[in-house]
T-cell receptor
Framework: GAVVSQHPSWVICKSGTSVKIECRSL??????MFWYRQFPKQSLMLMAT?????????EQGVEKDKFLINHASLTLSTLTVTSAHPEDSSFYIC???????????FGPGTRLTVL | AQKVTQAQTEISVVEKEDVTLDCVYE???????LFWYKQPPSGELVFLIR??????QNEISGRYSWNFQKSTSSFNFTITASQVVDSAVYFC????????????FGSGTKLNVKP
């Protein structure tokens, strides 16, 4: 199956700093990538959908100025958490969709801890 | 509105027991997809199955089987002869006709298989 990677796998940062998380499709071109957030013992919630070369579409309640998403190529999307605060601590998961069908391939996730 | 309900928050069984994880969904779409994912402690989502709304045939894959019943809007997942390695959180998800990209995840069921 298709492989999606995320980097870093975990990150600890101080409050007020910005953190960038990368999502890469390793063996296929991802026309669309998705970013999810999962709080401890909770479900995955879609944050935004990004299409290569265009602006991301954010879900209701997600601050686009807080969570900057860039999908500059068909294999890379980045999520930047700006001015992170402890309440942003969460597990961030990306997924990627190829051209063929609607199956999404999920990355391994990035655990963000903001002190 | 799309909604997935996994009423079982946590289930504990002893190895070799059979266990069924329930999933009930709500949608007004005629065409939709249902999914099951496994999330082990490492956090990475593992794809298990995708079923479209026009295919009500039950499916068996090794020790896993799925029972899709449109009449009751359910898509239940059974593990026979459970093993310790089956311990994980299992998510049921739905994507709808007008936006196949958007996944609605249930709250997940944590399965504990004890030796």
């Amino acid at each position: 199956g298709a492989v999606v990677s995320q980097h870093p796998s975990w990150v600890i940062c101080k409050s007020g700093t910005s953190v960038k998380i990368e999502c890469r499709s390793l063996d296929f071109q991802a026309t669309t990538m998705f970013w999810y957030r999962q709080f401890p013992k909770q479900s995955l919630m879609l944050m935004a959908t990004s299409n290569e070369g265009s602006k991301a579409t954010y879900e209701q309640g997600v601050e686009k100025d807080k969570f900057l998403i860039n999908h500059a190529s068909l294999t890379l999307s980045t999520l930047t958490v700006t001015s992170a605060h402890p309440e942003d601590s969460s597990f961030y998961i990306c997924s990627a969709r190829g051209r063929a069908n609607n199956e999404q391939f999920f990355g391994p996730g990035t655990r963000l801890t903001v002190l | 509105a799309q909604k997935v309900t996994q009423a079982q928050t946590e289930i504990s069984v002893v190895e070799k027991e059979d266990v069924t994880l329930d999933c009930v969904y709500e949608t007004r779409d005629t065409t939709y997809y249902l999914f099951w994912y496994k999330q082990p402690p490492s956090g990475e989502l593992v794809f298990l199955i995708r079923r479209n709304s026009f295919d009500e045939q039950n499916e068996i894959s090794g020790r896993y089987s799925w029972n899709f019943q449109k009449s009751t809007s359910s898509f239940n997942f059974t593990i026979t002869a459970s093993q310790v390695v089956d311990s994980a959180v299992y998510f049921c998800a739905l994507s709808g006709e007008y936006n196949f990209n958007k996944f609605y995840f249930g709250s997940g069921t944590k399965l504990n298989v004890k030796p």
